[in-house]
């Protein structure tokens, strides 16, 4: 198979033009790409993208947005800026504006992909691991998509990148309480492999673990930690906020990156061939997903924006940049003594996000081999 083509445009801004700027570059590779090819006239066009959380202001900036905005609509596409919800959707939709995301300044129409209520969506096969999941409706009946992922790193996945955006990004939030293990909530909790463990020695009520929690599923009871087992996504956030080390959430790696390529390629298989294209920031590259309440300092430099028609090799690319980058010091990644030459996304989570390339790969999704075109 021949190496995929991976577009590339540095973050560093040598000349002080519009043209040579970030903005100018991308807007100049958006149309050496022709998107025309990607989309039929008149068509809507779903820009999938992470709208944040209060206090995580390191998303996509909507000027970039934009640019994609324009791009979509001069190849004579409807674009629409689209998420699936993580709290109550009207919640979610005035965190994205806060963050910037909404029609003044993105260009095009700003909508919940799985509705306000987060249980629009359509049932599709998906493998081993699930069986299936609920492909949110705006994005499983649109016949065009390009994927906004804002590169970083991710608790359970390691690294969150186009992969991870549409494997769990791309399924509804499934509220109702029967049906959300087909969902996000379900791409979460499927790798678990033993309850959750907390050592009451280490603990000292910080309560941090409670206030972070997604679902008000975890609380102290006479002093004693107990969380809801049938409400409780796995998320992992109660683990990762805690600084004394006191919860352990056992989890199978290879089944939930397997999980992670097997969702993602349902999300796929709603679209045609060439349909989608894969756009992947890797600007502001925090330590942790835009889903967490807060933004840490970045612990990589920006790298630059790639864009490519094959998901296995924009992520592939975009990992390896950041593998070759040394940590920034100030940063979590400094604060843990990673050093230049570590793998900083697997020292920081002790998570492989390579694996779920890799599972991606072997399902026939893109390929690991690329060529980088620097623009
Ligand atoms: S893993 Fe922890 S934070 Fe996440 S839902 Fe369960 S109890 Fe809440
Ligand atoms: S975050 Fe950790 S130390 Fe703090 S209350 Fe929760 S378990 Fe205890």
Redesign the pocket.
């Known amino acids: 198979m021949k190496p995929s083509k991976v577009y590339y445009v540095s973050a560093r801004a040598t000349k002080w033009s519009y043209k040579e700027s970030l903005a100018g570059r991308f807007e100049s590779l958006l149309k050496e790409i022709e998107i025309a090819g990607y989309l039929k006239k008149k068509e809507p066009v779903a820009l999938k993208m992470h709208f944040g959380s209060e206090g995580a202001h390191r998303i996509i900036r909507p000027l970039l947005i934009r640019k994609v905005v324009d791009a979509v609509r001069r190849a004579g596409g409807k674009p629409f800026v689209t998420d699936t919800v993580r709290i109550k959707g009207l919640d979610y939709l005035k965190v994205a504006n806060e963050n910037g995301i909404n029609e003044h300044s993105c260009g095009a129409p700003v909508v919940l992909a799985d509705g306000i209520f987060g249980n629009d969506h359509v049932s599709v096969p998906s493998g081993e691991e699930q069986g299936e999941v609920f492909v949110a409706s705006a994005i499983h009946d649109a016949p065009a998509m390009v994927v906004l992922s804002h590169f970083k790193g991710h608790v359970n996945a390691g690294i969150g990148g186009a992969i991870k955006n549409l494997a769990m990004g791309g399924l509804s939030g499934a509220s109702r309480d029967h049906d959300w293990k087909h969902g996000r909530g379900g791409m979460?909790a499927h790798h678990t492999a033993g309850k959750?463990e907390w050592d009451r020695e280490r603990c000292s009520l910080c309560n941090q673990?409670v206030e972070?929690?997604?679902?008000?599923?975890?609380a102290f009871v006479n002093e004693l930690w107990e969380?809801?087992t049938k409400?409780?996504?796995?998320?992992?956030?109660?683990?990762r906020v805690c600084p004394e080390d006191a919860?352990n959430?056992p989890m199978d790696e290879d089944r939930f990156h397997q999980g992670m390529a097997e969702s993602t390629r349902a999300v796929l298989s709603t679209f045609k061939k060439n349909r989608v294209l894969y756009i992947n920031f890797l600007l502001e590259i925090q330590p942790e997903c835009d889903c967490m309440p807060g933004a840490d300092v970045p612990v990589i430099q920006d790298l630059g924006i790639l864009v490519s028609d094959d998901i296995v090799a924009v992520d592939q690319a975009s990992y390896d940049l950041i593998r070759q980058s040394p940590p920034l010091p100030g940063s979590m990644a400094a604060d843990q003594g990673i050093q230049t030459g570590d793998d900083i996304m697997v020292k920081l989570h002790q998570v492989n996000g390579q694996k779920h390339i890799d599972a991606a790969c072997t399902l026939g999704l893109g390929n690991r081999e690329y060529t980088l075109i620097d623009r």
Do not use: A, V
Request: with cysteine.
């Open positions: 979460h959750i673990c972070i929690c997604p679902l008000d599923s975890c969380y809801n409400k409780c996504w796995r998320c992992g956030r109660c683990t919860l959430m």
